[in-house]
């Protein structure tokens, strides 16, 4: 039985604008003059320039162009305007990834020119003489070699590989005959399959002196005394000094883990911060400025608004120029719409960071980080009477620059904590005194967590050993038995 039923429905939603004015104000000042150049490209109503400014704008508010009428005929003939305007006047090639994930949208992929490392390692092996199969083993293993500089595979399972995918079969013994001349190449210690044979073949290329043998020998004998730093076994084990044992310990400190990070011809993009907003101390008081490449000159098309005008002059009206008149308006809807998207971006990014900038000012004045007053992000929403996410978008990807170097804003962001007093601290307050004592100790008995708790107890902050262990790790700082020093 069908029956038909009148039902009343209340919702909310985020235009298409408000969704691409968010977009807009997450970009950081790079990214944003590509999304720019990107619109002009798209939209020939768009231009850039100053030569013709606020004025073209105004001609397009005009009321005499808003339906484009001539003698009081709209022209609406075969098209509802209503299916491309809609409701917040927004061309449809506008909304093609509003209803999407992030995940979803269309990414480029950029290229850079150079020798990659693998390429690099290519070539040196052509300087070795090799037989067939064996030139055809020692690529596949450059092959494995990752952007570390390891091969962290069994030599069983190279031997399947070859046997699967290159139709070569050979042994364990041939792989590590074609290894060792693998690991001969630049830089030292590459191909290596794990940190204590990178190590070892980095200090087998270094002259035969007493600290290098005994470096040679703590990394073969006792690896794991060495890593877990247990100085004492090592004195005791192989009867040396302490002098000596530094001399030792000193050459193996001067070795490099990572041998794959040295290659300078590696084809990483190298990426540039160009801060977003700018902070001065004139005679004694803060300034804020917005990086000028944010506040770029666009106007609409001068060439377009003619097109209107022409279109009103004419007597006879075809569809082909009705058909054109529409799509004249709607990139010019786009190119006001994006025009008022920039002017609105510009205003949000000043409010917010004015509102950052002036919450934290002790520290912007003095660059001291134990300046740092708490604050999260519904601290800066309040002040400006934004949403949360808004305030977020702005400090995620934005930076600022102070007196005291290019800082991420969001840097500015921390928790609270209570003192012995009662007063609201940052944890980066904290965390800075945590730092600053963990440098100053004694390198020889260096502080347990335990310890560093009661010493910040001490200096007012009444914070437990794992809350310390966790400050430690988010500092990167290693526990105190491998900061131990001999």
Not at 423 to 444: A, F, G, M, P, Y
Request: glycine share 4%; charged share 30%; proline share 3%.
């Amino acid at each position: 039985m069908l029956k038909q039923q009148l039902n009343f429905k209340l919702s909310q939603k985020l235009s298409p604008q408000q969704i691409q004015l968010m977009k807009l104000i997450q970009l950081p000042t790079q990214a944003f003059e590509q999304r720019i150049s990107q619109e002009i490209e798209e939209n020939p109503a768009l231009d850039n320039g100053k030569d013709e400014g606020d004025k073209l704008d105004d001609d397009y508010n005009n009321e005499e162009y808003e339906d484009y009428d001539d003698g009081g005929e709209v022209i609406e003939t075969d098209i509802n305007v209503d299916d491309y305007l809609s409701d917040d006047e927004t061309p449809s090639y506008r909304l093609s990834a509003n209803n999407y994930s992030a995940d979803d949208e269309e990414k480029q992929t950029p290229y850079a020119s150079g020798t990659s490392f693998n390429q690099f390692l290519l070539q040196q092996l052509r300087t070795h003489r090799f037989t067939e199969q064996q030139e055809e083993i020692a690529q596949f293993l450059v092959g494995s070699v990752d952007e570390s500089g390891y091969i962290r595979r069994e030599l069983q399972d190279i031997v399947d590989d070859l046997a699967f995918t290159q139709n070569i079969y050979t042994s364990e013994e041939e792989i590590e005959k074609v290894l060792k001349v693998v690991q001969g190449l630049d830089p030292a210690g590459v191909a290596a399959r794990d940190l204590r044979e990178c190590l070892l073949i980095q200090l087998g290329r270094k002259g035969d002196t007493p600290s290098v043998s005994l470096a040679t020998r703590i990394l073969s004998e006792t690896f794991d005394h060495f890593t877990k730093k247990h100085y004492k076994k090592l004195i005791s084990k192989f009867d040396v000094t302490e002098d000596q044992l530094r001399d030792a310990i000193h050459e193996i400190e001067g070795l490099n883990p990572r041998p794959g990070g040295t290659y300078s011809g590696n084809s990483r993009m190298v990426e540039h911060v160009v801060p977003d907003f700018a902070i001065k101390i004139v005679e004694g008081q803060l300034e804020l400025t917005l990086n000028g490449r944010n506040a770029p000159e666009l106007h609409v098309s001068r060439e377009y608004t003619n097109m209107l005008k022409g279109y009103k002059d004419t007597k006879e009206k075809s569809k082909s120029q009705k058909d054109a008149v529409m799509f004249i308006k709607q990139k010019l809807d786009a190119a006001k719409w994006f025009i008022d998207a920039i002017k609105q971006r510009q205003q949000t990014l000043f409010v917010t960071m004015n509102a950052i900038m002036h919450h934290q000012e002790e520290f912007f004045l003095s660059g001291d980080e134990r300046k740092l007053k708490p604050m999260i992000l519904k601290d800066i929403a309040d002040k400006i009477n934004m949403d949360v996410s808004t305030v977020s978008r702005v400090a995620n990807s934005k930076y600022v620059d102070t007196p005291y170097g290019t800082k991420l804003i969001k840097e500015f962001f921390s928790e609270s904590m209570k003192n012995d007093q009662g007063e609201d601290v940052s944890t980066k307050e904290i965390k800075k005194i945590l730092e600053i004592t963990i440098s100053e100790e004694n390198k020889k008995k260096p502080l347990t967590d335990d310890k560093l708790a009661k010493i910040l107890l001490e200096k007012g902050y009444p914070i437990a050993r794992r809350t310390v262990a966790k400050y430690r790790e988010q500092l990167d700082l290693p526990v105190a038995r491998l900061r131990k020093e001999i």
